[in-house]
């Protein structure tokens, strides 16, 4: 399929993360009364704002609790209730830290060693005098340097034995502008210790304390010349096999991810230590990054990604046409009965559940696949037509009998046999709204949607047969025409299979399917369906004309969603 050329991408500044030289960090300590966090518990607040490495400016004061200061925390603090008296209030004191700290700004990070305890405090006086609070990312130093220095290299993870560890000029002393002050000299040495490890961006620090293996988050590097764009990545072992596939909106900061967050999935763990490298395929859209996704695991069937084994061989529930029409299963599915058939279904398992619900409707001939033989009912059996009907689309008539049939047990308290019925309803609810969402585009022969895109402009994608034939997207602002144009004439040529599931997989289709249909994309062109919706405009809209029927399985979403 046709994709933009490839050229350099300059990243924007979100894509790729905000480097730790440019965050702005507010190292914070606090002494305190020795209470909980509230109102009456601060005694002085000290702070230090540094970029860079390099220190901004300082904040401290003493602050006056309006309790007096216990005999056992003087000792510690050397802070008195003489020395406080005429300091400001809490509600002073905090609002004028709140005012110097600027923690609402998206590129500051609060800093505190054990930071639950000095943030706690502050949140909690803060919300306690009505004071605005907005949660800041916090990092925490006791956290960050358990991760840097195991206790070989150091006896204790206190503040005192780190600052003594990196060469602090500032020793602790349970003053806050000290403590604070040593604070930020082991901050700075844990991240120096922890950058060759993939701890080099504002994003990082969210799961810098991780457990992650250093070996594992040193290969975060393997992303650093990765695009900011959509596309699909394969993770490549020492001998070049795809060890796994997968789709994203933004391949830098995705891939990224693998190497500096915790992953608590075995197999993908085990991945990640074995990958040595990583291919990119950058596409012009996510849907067609996710629809490449679906075709290289089909194609490579990586070990590490889950998906279901042959599902060109998942079952279809149709109408077999002879002198005793009776429901079947198929896997093999001519397009030209894609209209008046249920499926695919995940199991044949599933598909047989469908047929007794559909069946004991009905009313058809029970076919018996051992002797090729129809089985009569004794009841008179219903006209095949709508049999036809309900498989096409009137799901309805199946469904609402069956309603019945399950409230009428319900209420003779027959609950095992409801359920049963239940879940046999379900089942073939599932399988008709499957077939409902991928039949106008299995059976359509072009078809080009466009979908605003968040931040203006349009992305449009090419559909023939349900198949992903193409994608692009406009600038902001840009006649989409042209595009529109190029697109049509390069997208992939794409013939009638001459069964579903011959070329594309359904779950392809259903996925363009979602897209199509949904309720912010319109129409642009489109072939095989009715002349007055084919050619409708971007502002036009005809997505209902490839709405679901008034009797479709959608309706029945409670029964569809519970749990059985």
Same mark, same amino acid.
């Given at each position: 399929?046709?994709?933009?050329?490839?050229?350099?991408?300059?990243?924007?500044?979100?894509?790729?993360?905000?480097?730790?030289?440019?965050?702005?960090?507010?190292?914070?300590?606090?002494?305190?009364?020795?209470?909980?966090?509230?109102?009456?518990?601060?005694?002085?607040?000290?702070?230090?704002?540094?970029?860079?490495?390099?220190?901004?400016?300082?904040?401290?004061?003493?602050?006056?609790?309006?309790?007096?200061?216990?005999?056992?925390?003087?000792?510690?603090?050397?802070?008195?209730?003489?020395?406080?008296?005429?300091?400001?209030?809490?509600?002073?004191?905090?609002?004028?830290?709140?005012?110097?700290?600027?923690?609402?700004?998206?590129?500051?990070?609060?800093?505190?060693?054990?930071?639950?305890?000095?943030?706690?405090?502050?949140?909690?006086?803060?919300?306690?005098?009505?004071?605005?609070?907005?949660?800041?990312?916090?990092?925490?130093?006791?956290?960050?340097?358990?991760? &840097?220095?195991? %206790? =070989?290299? $150091?006896?204790?993870?206190?503040?005192? #034995?780190? +600052?003594?560890? /990196?060469?602090?000029?500032? !020793?602790?002393?349970?003053?806050?502008?000290?403590?604070?002050?040593?604070?930020?000299?082991?901050?700075?040495?844990?991240?120096?210790?922890?950058?060759?490890?993939?701890?080099?961006?504002?994003?990082?620090?969210?799961?810098?304390?991780?457990?992650?293996?250093?070996?594992?988050?040193?290969?975060?590097?393997?992303?650093?010349?990765?695009?900011?764009?959509?596309?699909?990545?394969?993770?490549?072992?020492?001998?070049?096999?795809?060890?796994?596939?997968?789709?994203?909106?933004?391949?830098?900061?995705?891939?990224?991810?693998?190497?500096?967050? &915790?992953?608590? %999935? =075995?197999? $993908?763990?085990?991945?990640?230590?074995? #990958?040595? +490298?990583?291919? /990119?395929?950058?596409?012009? !859209?996510?849907?067609?990054?996710?629809?490449?996704?679906?075709?290289?695991?089909?194609?490579?069937?990586?070990?590490?990604?889950?998906?279901?084994?042959?599902?060109?061989?998942?079952?279809?529930?149709?109408?077999?046409?002879?002198?005793?029409?009776?429901?079947?299963?198929?896997?093999?599915?001519?397009?030209?009965?894609?209209?008046?058939?249920?499926?695919?279904?995940?199991?044949?398992?599933?598909?047989?559940?469908?047929?007794?619900?559909?069946?004991?409707?009905?009313?058809?001939?029970?076919?018996?696949?051992?002797?090729?033989?129809?089985?009569?009912?004794?009841? =008179?059996?219903?006209?095949?037509?709508?049999?036809?009907?309900?498989?096409?689309?009137?799901?309805?008539?199946?469904?609402?009998?069956?309603?019945?049939?399950?409230?009428?047990?319900?209420?003779?308290?027959?609950?095992?046999?409801?359920?049963?019925?239940?879940?046999?309803?379900?089942?073939?609810?599932?399988?008709?709204?499957?077939?409902?969402?991928?039949?106008?585009?299995?059976?359509?022969?072009?078809?080009?949607?466009?979908?605003?895109?968040?931040?203006?402009?349009?992305?449009?994608?090419?559909?023939?047969?349900?198949?992903?034939?193409?994608?692009?997207?406009?600038?902001?602002?840009?006649?989409?025409?042209?595009?529109?144009?190029?697109?049509?004439?390069?997208?992939?040529?794409?013939?009638?299979?001459?069964?579903?599931?011959?070329?594309?997989?359904?779950?392809?289709?259903?996925?363009?399917?979602?897209?199509?249909?949904?309720?912010?994309?319109?129409?642009?062109?489109?072939?095989?369906?009715?002349?007055?919706?084919?050619?409708?405009?971007?502002?036009?809209?005809?997505?209902?004309?490839?709405?679901?029927?008034?009797?479709?399985?959608?309706?029945?979403?409670?029964?569809?969603?519970?749990?059985?």
């Amino acid at each position: 399929m046709p994709s933009s050329p490839s050229q350099p991408v300059q990243a924007a500044f979100a894509d790729m993360g905000t480097a730790l030289r440019e965050v702005t960090f507010v190292v914070v300590d606090l002494e305190t009364t020795g209470g909980g966090p509230g109102a009456h518990a601060i005694t002085e607040i000290g702070a230090v704002k540094v970029r860079g490495g390099v220190v901004d400016s300082e904040f401290s004061t003493l602050v006056n609790p309006g309790t007096a200061i216990p005999a056992q925390i003087t000792v510690l603090t050397g802070i008195t209730n003489a020395m406080v008296a005429d300091a400001p209030p809490v509600a002073q004191a905090v609002a004028a830290f709140l005012q110097w700290a600027h923690l609402a700004d998206p590129t500051t990070v609060a800093v505190a060693h054990n930071a639950r305890f000095d943030l706690g405090h502050l949140r909690g006086a803060a919300r306690a005098l009505d004071l605005d609070w907005r949660e800041p990312v916090v990092l925490d130093t006791l956290a960050l340097a358990r991760r &840097a220095w195991d %206790r =070989t290299q $150091v006896p204790n993870h206190k503040l005192g #034995t780190l +600052a003594t560890f /990196v060469g602090s000029p500032t !020793t602790p002393t349970h003053r806050a502008l000290d403590d604070a002050r040593a604070t930020v000299d082991v901050l700075h040495a844990a991240l120096e210790r922890l950058g060759p490890q993939g701890v080099t961006h504002l994003e990082d620090l969210a799961t810098a304390t991780d457990p992650v293996p250093a070996s594992r988050r040193v290969k975060s590097r393997l992303a650093d010349d990765l695009p900011a764009a959509p596309g699909v990545y394969q993770f490549l072992s020492p001998a070049g096999q795809v060890l796994y596939v997968g789709s994203a909106v933004n391949l830098h900061r995705r891939v990224r991810s693998y190497f500096t967050a &915790a992953e608590k %999935r =075995t197999k $993908v763990a085990r991945m990640l230590d074995t #990958t040595v +490298a990583v291919r /990119v395929i950058e596409t012009p !859209t996510e849907l067609e990054a996710r629809v490449r996704e679906l075709r290289l695991i089909a194609e490579l069937d990586p070990p590490v990604n889950r998906r279901s084994r042959a599902p060109q061989r998942r079952p279809w529930l149709h109408l077999v046409d002879s002198p005793h029409p009776h429901l079947g299963l198929t896997a093999v599915l001519p397009l030209s009965e894609a209209s008046r058939a249920i499926g695919p279904f995940p199991s044949r398992k599933a598909a047989l559940e469908a047929q007794r619900a559909a069946e004991s409707v009905l009313r058809l001939e029970v076919w018996d696949g051992h002797s090729a033989r129809a089985v009569r009912r004794a009841d =008179t059996p219903a006209d095949a037509g709508i049999a036809m009907r309900a498989l096409s689309g009137e799901i309805d008539l199946v469904a609402h009998p069956l309603l019945a049939r399950i409230a009428e047990l319900s209420a003779q308290e027959r609950y095992e046999e409801a359920g049963l019925w239940t879940q046999r309803l379900r089942a073939l609810l599932l399988g008709a709204r499957r077939a409902e969402q991928t039949r106008p585009l299995l059976t359509c022969p072009h078809l080009l949607a466009a979908r605003r895109r968040e931040h203006g402009g349009w992305e449009l994608v090419a559909v023939r047969w349900g198949r992903l034939a193409g994608s692009a997207v406009t600038a902001p602002g840009v006649d989409p025409r042209p595009t529109i144009a190029t697109l049509r004439a390069t997208a992939q040529v794409v013939d009638r299979p001459a069964r579903v599931g011959a070329e594309t997989s359904v779950e392809e289709t259903a996925l363009l399917a979602d897209w199509v249909l949904d309720a912010g994309a319109r129409l642009v062109e489109v072939e095989g369906l009715d002349d007055d919706v084919a050619g409708q405009s971007l502002e036009g809209g005809a997505a209902a004309a490839l709405s679901w029927p008034v009797g479709a399985a959608a309706r029945h979403r409670r029964v569809i969603d519970a749990e059985v």
